[in-house]
């Protein structure tokens, strides 16, 4: 019984163990399966370089160009206040602002008047009184000269320059009854009206705050990045900038929920550096901000927030790709002739939120691979569909079209009217001239005459600028 009991466990594992090695020995051989992934499909589009004109974008705040304060340069009490004078307001040159009370000046003005007639009386008795000492000497016989004090000479010349000094009193005493009526120096609005009527001022009390509405201007900060792209004449000791066919910018603001666009132009440099930014800030300057226009757009009012492109250099040859299409800042995957896909570094010369800019890295002819692919490896095969147009929007811009327009010259042999012919075909037929200038515009082409057609060529670029008509460039251009 004690054997059986050792020999049963063991007989029971031997069996075991055999019928295990049975069913290993006599396992059936897997099924072989060639495993080869299909290619991955892609879309491609074939690059081809082109002109490309960067916009430097940048932000300001508008502001005048001439700001001035109203301070009187006599005293007396306000007797008047014109409603030009008056905050907002608008007003023309020349324009009677307020009136100060004249009265004291008007009596100041008749004791000068009467002084003078007293000088000029003592004038003439004293120059009766040289004349008679003069015949006296010369019934005396005496052969010497006679001297100074003979014949009243310097009593003569107290009596003169007594006349000289009313007459000065007199010509202050007028000027002063003039300043008694404050005028406009210049086209312009009233930005804050201090004083009213009423109030009794003296000279060196101030008025009022106006500017002038011919310009405006906008401060535009630069980084040296965006200076690069910007031809800007540097200025020299002893020499003045040309910024007549200065960059061309554009204004945005939003009113009322909708964007208006100014057109303008940069017109100067400031001279040194934000030394806590690091940027240069250059000038734009627009004409008439507060014109009407034929679409009526509102005015461009001083301390509105606007948003600026600048038009700055032209790059050739380059390659406009959409930005979203570039990996990890430094490449781009391509397609090549076998549908492998690789990976291109480029160089980007220009980039905004649209697109890049590239010019060194792609060839003619390159494949892009707009298909957005996880985990691309060099030389991955990919199953290759050619698209005639980009699927999204990229930044597109006829640059060819502007250098073309800009580069264009007045015909030869046809002179100022030729040109001037010329600008009159760059207006499109919904912004037309204004029947007045139009009708000189005719007269002044029809006649030829030089002398009338150099300010009308800037009149018409006046007028274009407020309606944001771009105008070929060439004599007559714009002043700044």
């Avoid at 299909?38 to 491609?44: I, R």
């Avoid at 009596?159 to 000289?164: D, E, G, H, L, T």
């Avoid at 029809?446 to 944001?468: C, F, H, K, Y």
Wanted: proline letters at 7%.
């Amino acid at each position: 019984m004690k054997v059986l009991r050792i020999l049963l466990p063991l007989f029971i594992l031997a069996i075991s163990g055999g019928g295990a090695y049975w069913i290993y020995i006599t396992k059936p051989e897997p099924r072989q399966r060639n495993f080869n992934p299909g290619a991955t499909e892609v879309e491609v589009f074939t690059l081809s370089p082109s002109s490309y004109q960067v916009e430097l974008e940048t932000q300001g705040t508008v502001q005048a160009r001439t700001t001035s304060t109203l301070i009187p340069e006599v005293r007396g009490r306000i007797l008047e206040i014109s409603p030009k004078f008056r905050e907002g307001a608008f007003f023309e040159e020349g324009d009677m602002l307020l009136r100060i009370d004249p009265r004291d000046y008007q009596t100041e003005l008749i004791v000068a008047e009467a002084n003078l007639s007293q000088a000029e009386l003592s004038l003439f008795e004293e120059q009766a009184r040289a004349d008679q000492a003069y015949q006296d000497w010369k019934r005396l016989n005496l052969e010497e000269e006679p001297g100074d004090l003979v014949l009243r000479t310097p009593q003569l010349k107290r009596a003169k320059a007594n006349v000289a000094s009313t007459a000065a009193r007199l010509e202050t005493a007028h000027r002063n009854i003039e300043k008694t009526e404050i005028t406009a120096p210049y086209a312009g609005r009233v930005l804050s009206q201090i004083v009213d009527i009423g109030q009794y001022v003296s000279p060196g009390t101030q008025l009022a705050r106006i500017y002038a509405v011919d310009f405006a201007e906008v401060r535009l900060p630069l980084t040296e990045t965006q200076l690069t792209f910007l031809d800007l004449p540097e200025t020299y000791r002893g020499e003045q900038p040309n910024f007549r066919e200065g960059p061309t910018v554009t204004l945005s603001s939003t009113v009322a929920g909708k964007t208006h666009e100014w057109r303008g132009r940069i017109v100067r440099a400031e001279g040194s550096f934000d030394i806590r930014t690091r940027q240069l800030f250059v000038i734009a300057q627009v004409r008439n901000p507060y014109g009407r226009t034929a679409d009526d757009r509102p005015p461009l009012k001083m301390g509105s927030f606007v948003k600026a492109k600048i038009s700055g250099s032209t790059l050739d040859n380059v390659f406009v790709v959409p930005r979203r299409l570039l990996r990890e800042n430094t490449f781009l995957l391509t397609v090549d002739d076998e549908n492998l896909l690789r990976r291109k570094i480029v160089h980007i010369v220009w980039q905004n939120d649209n697109s890049i800019i590239v010019d060194e890295g792609l060839a003619i002819g390159d494949r892009i691979c707009l298909t957005d692919v996880p985990f691309a490896l060099e030389a991955l095969p990919v199953s290759a569909t050619e698209l005639e147009k980009l699927p999204f929007e990229v930044e597109k811009v006829d640059v060819q079209e502007i250098v073309a327009r800009r580069a264009a010259a007045p015909p030869s042999g046809g002179g100022p009217a030729g040109f001037l012919a010329q600008m009159m075909t760059a207006i499109p037929d919904d912004k037309p001239i204004p029947g007045e200038l139009k009708t000189k515009l005719d007269a002044a082409i029809a006649s030829g005459d030089r002398n009338q057609i150099r300010p009308l060529m800037q009149e018409v670029r006046d007028w274009a600028e407020t309606q944001g008509i771009e105008l070929p460039a060439g004599r007559g251009g714009p002043r700044g």
